[in-house]
């Protein structure tokens, strides 16, 4: 099992143990509080990620390695909470690896059946824009 596919294990684990989507929906705001702050110059336009209904600022960087790192912020609490997950999954990757794991945890928690119409288009840019960065 690869680094990512490892990380959405444990995602799912973690939501596992509630049953409860209001203590679900607090576990994902808290990974949003706990996500370290995006840097500023991430916060202009260019960076600005459409098909999102909140403000989301969204950059991908290649190191030296060949891994990507994800750099993204929301400014609504629950996106925060959905980047969160995301980039645990994805951020600090190879590309093969982002390639190779689909979002299935997202399903696996119960997110898409909980998250409003416009929240699901806006994670769907999210992961589009992952994925094309491991392209």
């Not at 991908?60 to 959905?82: C, K, M, P, T, Y």
Request: net charge negative; glycine share 6%; proline share 2%.
């Amino acid at each position: 099992m690869n680094r990512a596919a490892e990380a959405a294990s444990e995602i799912t684990e973690e939501f596992g143990f509630l049953d409860d989507w209001e203590d679900r929906y607090q576990l994902l705001i808290d990974q949003g509080r706990r996500l370290a702050p995006l840097p500023s110059h991430y916060q202009q336009d260019e960076f600005r990620l459409s098909g999102c209904q909140s403000v989301v600022h969204f950059a991908a960087e290649r190191a030296a390695n060949g891994e990507i790192n994800f750099h993204a912020a929301s400014d609504a609490a629950i996106v925060q909470g959905l980047i969160a997950l995301l980039l645990r999954v994805y951020s600090g990757r190879t590309a093969r690896e982002i390639r190779e794991t689909e979002p299935e945890f997202l399903r696996d928690i119960g997110l898409d059946s909980h998250l409003s119409a416009t929240r699901k288009n806006g994670l769907a840019s999210m992961v589009t824009a992952i994925k094309a960065a491991a392209g």
